[in-house]
């Protein structure tokens, strides 16, 4: 066990310990719990988005992603920087406009009925897993790596962790995790960014000149078509990153906590600014530990490449680097699993149990009380499931969620804001066929079947040729929406123009 990762993760633990308990303090409504009670400035709102967005999946999977794989792993990098211009422009303002909590309470601010908050709360509980399975994924392995304990004994550890944070300081107290990780993270990132340079003599081109000859890829390392040797699969893959984001319910939870539009517009170009400079490090991220690493450690440590980042901190800064960044990266999963937890027990306590179940007439106390008892369930549930994940790449794994939802909720936020003529029934069955579609596909592709023993989770011939579905199941969650809308003889026309109104000036 490395003596100086142990302090740093301690030290980790206690801090953010330190901070649930100043916030459980001020934790008293269901308000301060979902939503900090608004009272997130900016900046903090932007830090704390990106403390959520870069998750193990940006710090872990794409650095590894990119030293196994050259040019297809950047392509994660991508992906995720331009999906926030989709949620500048199209969803930030409406949705905090509209909403109270969770994305069903926006739907909801047009159609009163509890089928749709029903299918909408479904959708937002399957995303929070899918994401889920990928952070505990990450934490496994690092914590495995780092403090030679057994891998579901790593699971175990955070998901408690993660539990303690919800159930006492709800929102304020996952706020202010991310908006510190996220400052760590940039810290880390930045640093081991300026020693692989310094290999480089400070020369970007002398590097994309010389790991030509570092890796076994050669000259394909730095052109697509390593990994992606399908173009549809790229497209594919591509579509769920640059769109998932405007639908992932732990980040759009996040413009709740804001007290109006302008302050959510500005948390959102403060995270770009930071998640923007973060992608472009991890080309070095990735450069520097196929060129110090190698792909053959990379993969014994995590055939999925997941502990390329670690690694390669203690190739160019020896115990203590690789522990900073080790501990930053634990914490780093530490605060998106809180926030995921959060927004899954939001979706549970406050649509299902709260509007659903009790009809709207539950007291603060009982939807409290319901949100602690879905956090557990929620985080029970995701370490059951991350146990038979190891082997998966988290970056992809979370490329899985980001398809779920930009086929299930993107459909519906969008014609829910823009379209006159959408109503309930079109709600319905875009959330449902959007999901349906990508779940099936998903359970059905190269991600879940594989001939060869090992590979995937399941061994067997995959029926559907893509590893990621979005390039079908976005088209059939919007074609479901229509479809849903116009076969349907009901029209929810009279709330629209009250529906615009708020969703561009904020009235109520």
């Known amino acids: 066990m ?67 794989t050259g040019f297809d792993g950047f392509f994660y990098s991508i992906g995720y920087l331009v999906a926030y211009l989709v949620v500048l422009y199209i969803v930030a303002e409406p949705l905090r406009n509209l909403g109270k909590y969770t994305i069903a309470d926006m739907i909801n601010a047009r159609f009163d009925q509890k089928k749709v908050r029903g299918v909408a709360a479904l959708s937002t509980i399957t995303i929070v897993i899918f994401y889920m399975i990928a952070q505990l994924v990450g934490a496994g392995a690092l914590i495995q790596l780092l403090l030679g304990i057994d891998y579901w004994l790593a699971v175990l550890i955070v998901g408690v962790m993660m539990t303690i944070y919800v159930l006492f300081g709800g929102m304020t107290a996952t706020s202010w995790v991310q908006i510190i990780k996220a400052v760590l993270l940039m810290l880390g990132t930045v640093v081991i960014s300026f020693l692989v340079l310094a290999k480089f003599n400070f020369n970007i081109l002398t590097m994309f000149d010389e790991i030509k000859t570092l890796t076994p890829l050669g000259e394909k390392y730095i052109n697509p078509g390593v990994k992606y040797t399908n173009s549809l699969d790229t497209i594919s893959m591509m ?38 400079i973060f992608y472009i490090l991890t080309i070095f991220l990735g450069f520097g530990a196929a060129a110090f690493v190698g792909a053959a450690d990379i993969m014994e440590a995590n055939t999925a490449g997941n502990m390329a980042a ?89 490329s899985l969620a980001f398809c779920v939802a930009a086929s299930a909720n993107l459909p519906v936020i969008i014609f829910t804001i823009y379209w006159k003529k959408f109503n309930t029934a079109g709600a319905i069955t875009g959330v449902i066929t959007g999901l349906v579609t990508a779940l099936v596909l998903v359970a059905i592709s190269p991600s879940v079947l594989n001939p060869d023993p090992g590979v995937a989770i399941l061994t067997g011939t995959a029926i559907f040729p893509l590893t990621n579905p979005a390039i079908v199941s976005i088209p059939a969650g919007f074609l479901g929406a229509f479809i849903g809308t116009i076969l349907s003889t009901k029209r929810d026309e009279k709330k629209y123009a009250e529906v615009i109104v708020k969703a561009n000036t904020g009235m109520k």
Do not use: C
Not at 2 to 18: K, R, Y
Not at 374 to 394: D, H
């Open 2 to 68: 490395n003596p100086i990762a142990l302090m740093l993760f301690v030290i980790i633990v206690v801090i953010t310990l330190i901070i649930t308990y100043w916030a459980a303090k001020r934790t008293n409504t269901t308000s301060e719990f979902y939503t900090a009670g608004g009272g997130l400035t900016g900046w903090q709102n932007g830090l704390a988005i990106a403390g959520d967005y870069l998750s193990a999946a940006s710090f872990l999977g794409i650095a590894g992603a990119i030293a196994l």
């Open 239 to 276: 579509a769920a990153l640059v769109l998932g984001t405007a639908g992932l319910p732990h980040i759009l939870m996040r413009f709740f906590t804001v007290k109006d539009a302008k302050t959510a517009r500005s948390s959102v170009v403060t995270a770009t600014w930071v998640i923007g």
């Open 310 to 398: 670690p690694l390669l901190a203690h190739a160019l800064g020896g115990d203590f680097l690789m522990s900073f960044v080790s501990a930053v990266a634990f914490a780093t999963i530490l605060a998106v699993v809180a926030g995921l937890v959060l927004s899954g027990a939001s979706a549970f306590a406050h649509d299902i149990y709260g509007q659903i179940i009790k009809k709207g007439k539950v007291t603060e106390k009982q939807q409290m009380k319901a949100a602690r008892y879905a956090s557990v369930a929620v985080a029970i549930l995701s370490i059951i499931l991350a146990l038979f994940a190891q082997k998966m790449n988290v970056a992809f794994l979370v």
